[in-house]
């Protein structure tokens, strides 16, 4: 596999002239003063050209473009601004021109770190940013990390966690999404643990594997029937000359987005199939939604090694967290440790990555914490990515999370006053 990254990204680079030309003549064939781009062969052609041109692209990291937000019927202006950040991790805060306001909650949201940028939680930034201070856990492509800044392990992953929680300080409320489920549990178990009084004041837990033995999907059982020296052989590559993390190893992100489209191919190839249509029909509105969803999905990043093929063993292979023998840096991750900090897990009915149940079992898992401090939700007809974005999502899920937040705000609150 040291010679398949290389050869991709020389592949790359061989069809930029087709691409420059593609641009090229969908620009002629689109210009208005071009009496062929009224007729429907010109439209087709076009059409074709910028198809060939976005399915041979590679995508960069998008941006989050959120410039306001709407706060009690008033529009505030929102600033991006980088509070935390590691070799591997930066923390984006939403800064909202919310003067005179009331004050609202903190909300950390984990993004998951299985291939996708943070971008992705877009929508779920959005949705939050007029109830909450939103900030964004912004994992970096790991292929633009030098060599000089050490490897990046599922340890290190929690490290950096518990840093973020300590950093962003007390009555902080933290989401993860899907995949960081698992070690936003290790590191709530350990703080908890090491009497750490800035666990969080609640925790949110969408999609995660902590019980990979319950519902097992398609990538629960790709992970049981494969070996770890098949996953090291075939899905690891070295970063090729060029880039900032030229020889680390990594996962590369073009063999994840790969997995992700063989999983609904044909989903993929009717959606591509009706996007032509629309461009050849002109139908402006619908194809600019089509191409926002596709310019998100389609740009992926690196992950380390290390930390993937920790991810494949000790979560989907060896099931640690629900075997009782998770560890971080040799200390045992115990889930009954969690006393403090009250639970939410949530699961899409029609959710093919992470299956009904795997979420919950968290619930099972924490004797010590309160029922009371334990909510379970089910989103009925909701898939993966639906648990965090789309319309099920802002009208069910979101307030079902605020309700969530807002209850044990109100609950500490009466501890206080008694």
């Given at each position: 596999m040291n010679m398949a990254y290389t050869l991709f990204d020389t592949a790359q680079w061989m069809l930029s002239p087709a691409r420059m030309?593609?641009?090229?003549?969908?620009?002629?064939?689109?210009?208005?003063?071009?009496?062929?781009?009224?007729?429907?062969y010109g439209r087709m052609i076009a059409a074709g050209c910028e198809m060939f041109e976005?399915?041979?692209?590679?995508?960069?990291?998008?941006?989050?473009?959120l410039p306001e937000t709407t706060i009690a019927g008033r529009t505030v202006a929102v600033r991006e601004t980088i509070i935390w950040e590691k070799p591997f991790c930066r923390v984006v805060?939403?800064?909202?021109?919310?003067?005179?306001?009331?004050?609202?909650?903190?909300?950390?949201?984990?993004?998951?770190?299985?291939?996708?940028?943070?971008?992705?939680?877009r929508n779920t930034v959005e949705t939050f940013l007029p109830h909450a201070n939103v900030f964004v856990t912004d994992w970096v492509d790991a292929r633009m990390v030098p060599m000089q800044a050490g490897p990046f392990d599922l340890n290190d992953y929690i490290d950096y966690l518990i840093g973020i929680i300590q950093a962003l300080g007390p009555d902080l409320n933290i989401v993860a999404v899907c995949q960081p489920s698992v070690p936003v549990a290790a590191a709530i178990a350990r703080m908890e643990a090491e009497g750490n009084r800035l666990t969080p004041a609640a925790a949110v837990l969408m999609g995660g594997p902590i019980d990979v033995s319950r519902s097992p999907t398609a990538v629960n059982r790709t992970a049981q029937t494969h070996s770890l020296a098949w996953f090291r052989q075939n899905c690891i590559a070295q970063v090729p000359a060029g880039y900032p993390g030229f020889w680390r190893n990594v996962y590369p992100g073009y063999l994840?987005?790969?997995g992700f489209m063989s999983m609904n191919f044909d989903r993929h190839v009717e959606a591509h199939v009706e996007m032509f249509r629309q461009m050849v029909q002109r139908r402006g509105e619908r194809?600019?939604?089509?191409?926002?969803?596709?310019?998100?999905?389609?740009?992926?990043?690196?992950?380390?090694?290390?930390?993937?093929?920790?991810?494949?063993?000790?979560?989907?292979?060896?099931?640690?967290?629900?075997?009782?023998?998770?560890?971080?840096?040799?200390?045992?991750?115990?889930?009954a440790a969690i006393r403090r900090t009250p639970l939410m897990a949530i699961e899409g009915e029609r959710d093919d990555i992470t299956g009904i149940g795997q979420t919950k079992a968290i619930l099972e898992m924490t004797p010590y914490l309160a029922d009371g401090d334990k909510t379970y939700l089910l989103q009925p007809e909701v898939g993966h990515y639906g648990l965090f974005s789309g319309a099920?999502?802002?009208?069910?899920?979101?307030p079902a999370i605020f309700a969530f937040i807002t209850r044990q705000a109100q609950n500490r609150q009466a501890k206080k006053v008694h």
């Amino acid at each position: 596999m040291n010679m398949a990254y290389t050869l991709f990204d020389t592949a790359q680079w061989m069809l930029s002239p087709a691409r420059m030309a593609s641009q090229t003549a969908m620009t002629l064939l689109e210009n208005p003063l071009n009496p062929f781009a009224y007729t429907s062969y010109g439209r087709m052609i076009a059409a074709g050209c910028e198809m060939f041109e976005r399915l041979t692209r590679q995508y960069g990291k998008p941006s989050f473009n959120l410039p306001e937000t709407t706060i009690a019927g008033r529009t505030v202006a929102v600033r991006e601004t980088i509070i935390w950040e590691k070799p591997f991790c930066r923390v984006v805060a939403f800064e909202r021109d919310a003067v005179g306001l009331a004050a609202q909650p903190k909300l950390l949201l984990v993004a998951p770190m299985s291939g996708h940028h943070a971008t992705l939680l877009r929508n779920t930034v959005e949705t939050f940013l007029p109830h909450a201070n939103v900030f964004v856990t912004d994992w970096v492509d790991a292929r633009m990390v030098p060599m000089q800044a050490g490897p990046f392990d599922l340890n290190d992953y929690i490290d950096y966690l518990i840093g973020i929680i300590q950093a962003l300080g007390p009555d902080l409320n933290i989401v993860a999404v899907c995949q960081p489920s698992v070690p936003v549990a290790a590191a709530i178990a350990r703080m908890e643990a090491e009497g750490n009084r800035l666990t969080p004041a609640a925790a949110v837990l969408m999609g995660g594997p902590i019980d990979v033995s319950r519902s097992p999907t398609a990538v629960n059982r790709t992970a049981q029937t494969h070996s770890l020296a098949w996953f090291r052989q075939n899905c690891i590559a070295q970063v090729p000359a060029g880039y900032p993390g030229f020889w680390r190893n990594v996962y590369p992100g073009y063999l994840q987005l790969s997995g992700f489209m063989s999983m609904n191919f044909d989903r993929h190839v009717e959606a591509h199939v009706e996007m032509f249509r629309q461009m050849v029909q002109r139908r402006g509105e619908r194809v600019e939604k089509q191409k926002e969803f596709y310019d998100e999905y389609l740009a992926v990043m690196d992950l380390t090694a290390e930390f993937y093929l920790q991810t494949i063993d000790r979560i989907f292979i060896r099931n640690q967290l629900a075997q009782g023998t998770f560890t971080h840096r040799g200390d045992p991750v115990d889930l009954a440790a969690i006393r403090r900090t009250p639970l939410m897990a949530i699961e899409g009915e029609r959710d093919d990555i992470t299956g009904i149940g795997q979420t919950k079992a968290i619930l099972e898992m924490t004797p010590y914490l309160a029922d009371g401090d334990k909510t379970y939700l089910l989103q009925p007809e909701v898939g993966h990515y639906g648990l965090f974005s789309g319309a099920r999502f802002r009208r069910d899920i979101a307030p079902a999370i605020f309700a969530f937040i807002t209850r044990q705000a109100q609950n500490r609150q009466a501890k206080k006053v008694h």
